[in-house]
């Protein structure tokens, strides 16, 4: 604490250091050499560095430069933000992340967790242990302890944490770095993982500042703003903010702050993504987390600047209120999904940033083989690059519609008429809606574009006001890599409080081998998955609740997002594209603590 | 007393425009398209500005007909490959979009709907300025002081947000309900400053004429104070209209209207954050909306300012050569 204490309260101590380093600079630049250094075109960086000279720590004992990584964060004016990650309102989870260290990271291109801030998980029985790395430590020296973890599991217990899911209580190990959950009953281990494994879930709670919230209500704790002497355990500590940028500086005391080697991580304040874009391609910034940019903004991006995707497990898809009396019905949805050609709307939408599920049910797009497997075949892709019109025809008139002038009618003689509503705001979305009521049209439907701000639309929705629209058919998250949470989404869709109104008992469908029928119940299914305690069994199920929905459609999934993450090597040395390592969200974040992302020499 | 006897005679008051009974029906006829058609023609074709307005308006107006017609294909995504620059060729003269949608048709197809909205939002900011205005300022008192505190009232209100609000609340689609929206409160300014130019013409010796001989409040500002305004009336509208394209094209650039096909700006905010503005593959996806824009809006301005002309009496007698007298002193103010 009065490390940090020191390091606020002025800049003589700062600059102190750097003159220290600066005078060392001359001893050890013969020594230093330089690292990495195969960017040998990289600019002079002296307009940031101050006297651009290479510096060392000496504590490490490797090579530091007085180097500052420029970045920004769209959540807004730092001096209104502040780092309790546990008060999301106001929280700048861009920043948060440099500072905090995370229990694990999920690395989307191996599709697995790596150890990050826990040095182990284990799940036994009844009981989930967590394992603190031996090394984390606060930026004041003291350790990381099970008291921290402790604190924090239990204010996220006032908050209702993901892990109170499936956890009864917690409490310390047999030691000062294992934390041991009592859960409520037998639970299947990727759902307590996945419960405390995405990008954002974060180590903050230092315990002698959040100690005075344990007997206060989870109030007291959103409300807490910090913003003072912030204790960093990650690889960068907080130096100072301004209402244009935060200033966040290498802490030494992180384990793997040898791999850090520049001093100065500057993260400024822009809200326009289109200066966003500007400060990428101009030189401005060298990394963003996430920016988004059609084609041929990144086309014309300097070759210096590397893209990296990653998916969202979120995207554009379709919601029905099912309760209308034309989309209610099981065939008309199954005619639309044959109508659209998903891989034309992705393509209008964001070429390089949409992916197209080839199997329309709540998996993400990477997840799909994996789980599916040798059966992925059975389910029915509804032609992802072809409007097929002739199935939906038959399915229109199975159904009791009939083409008169091009249009569809009941029997009654009613159109498909409806209103399709899209949030404004979203570009991207309302170019996929524009060609989804394109198509739809052109087949014979009665669509109109409603288009309404985004509060509305979200109340709409809840209140069951529509007919069919524009949904995110993915939750998002590491977490919709395990269909559990995508599934039973899709079933209940907390987001909209249901308003899709999609019946979840028991059901006839197809069944899956082609021959007669099979019931289901799948939100019962779904449930039983939390209890299994194998991947095989619960394989079984997500397969046959993947087939529900592939079959009754709650959703049509049309395009998966795919996340855009910058990095600059202009300045810096940046990893090979097909490195693994930029499978770990936020890239900006990940690679300079494992050591990919380093100031070039010279 | 002289002027009794002449009472006595059956002096006729009327004017001889009026309804004198060797007046035929169809002299009647020729000369109101004398004196409100042909003439103002003539003056308003006379000046440059009307000209060059009228004709850009007729082309808009063509447009606006083609697409009434369908006489051009309707946009529709993926009608075209995506993004090909404008010239490139024939079949989309002035390239496509990133969806793929002709902008051509993009752009002629949305005429109809803008057209329609700024006569419906120049329509209701006028006719309620007018009403209100020549009501407040010939009837005073009680009247006055109510239409004038409505007014003030209206005016206080700040125009861009209440505009937002309402869209969000009422969602209109339909472009003549749009156009009155975006100029509710238009009118307010427009109704104070006619009242006051309503305050000087009451006072006008023709007016109290009228008056005297008893003719009905309706008929006095009908015939003797609305035609006097209409100078005013006209270039307001004109402006009025002109606030609508713009604040129209500001809102759904800003998502804040709604919209179920797309128009110019909404075309220009699909172009913005479809990096139009970085990069030149993308740029004539912004250009064009922006000249169907201007081009539009500097229509309605030429034409604002030689409206001025037709209503102006001097000119207006000279230029359709009724009068000798004028000349002289108007060759001097030539080129204003």
Redesign the interface.
Known sequence: MAMTRDRRSGNIYVDRRRLIQGAGAVGVSALAGCTGGDNTDADDDSEESGDGSENSDGGSGSDVREATMVSATNNGVPTDMHLNPIATQNYDDIVGAHVFERFVAYNFETQEFEMAGLEDWAVDSEMFTLTIREDLNWENGEPVTAQDLVTQFRLEKKTSGAIWDFAESVEEGDNEKTVVFQLTEETNPQLLKYSIGSQSDRIYAYHPVYEEFLDQDASAVQQFEWEEDVVANGSFSIESKSDQAWTLTRNDEYYNADKVNFTELQILQREDNTALQQGMSGGELDAMSSMFAPPNIANSMPDHVQEINTPAKWGYGIVFNHENEHFGKQRVRKAIAHVLNREQIAQNAGPRTKAVPDVVTAIAVDDQESWLGDQMDRYETYGPGTAQTDTAAELLREAGYSKNDGVWEDEDGNSISAQYATPSGWTDWTTATDTVVDQLNSFGFDLEIDSKPIGDFFGDYIESNFELGAFYWLPGGARSSFPFYPLRWELVCPDIDGGHGFPTGEKTIPAMDGSGEMTINPLEEIKEITSLSSDDEATEIIRRVAWHHNQTLPFIAITEKQEQTWISGRKFNVPETDDPALGVKWATQWLPRVGKFTAAGN | MPTETEDKESVSWQSDSGVSADVTRGERLSEFFEERVRKPAIVAWADRRTRIGLVILAFYIGMAVVAVFDLYRAP???QAP??IGPFESWAYPLGTT???VDLLSLIIHSTPDILLMIIAGGVWATAIAVLVGTLAGYKGGMVDRVLMSISDVVMAIPGLPLVIILA?TF?P?NPIVLGILINISYWAGLGRSLRSQVLTIREDSYVEASRTMGVGTPRIILKDIIPNLMPYVTVNFVFAARYVVFASIGLFFL??L?????NWGVTL??A????A???W??AHWLLFPMIAIMGLSLALILLGQGMDRVFNPRVRTRLAESSESTRATDDTTEGY
Do not use: F, H, I
């Not at chain 2, 709604?258 to 797309?262: D, E, K, R």
């Open positions: 529709s995504t993926n995506q993004l990133m969806s793929g969000v969602n689609k998502g804040v709604p919209y179920s096909v797309q905010n699909y913005y954050s479809g990096g503005l970085l990069t593959e993308a």
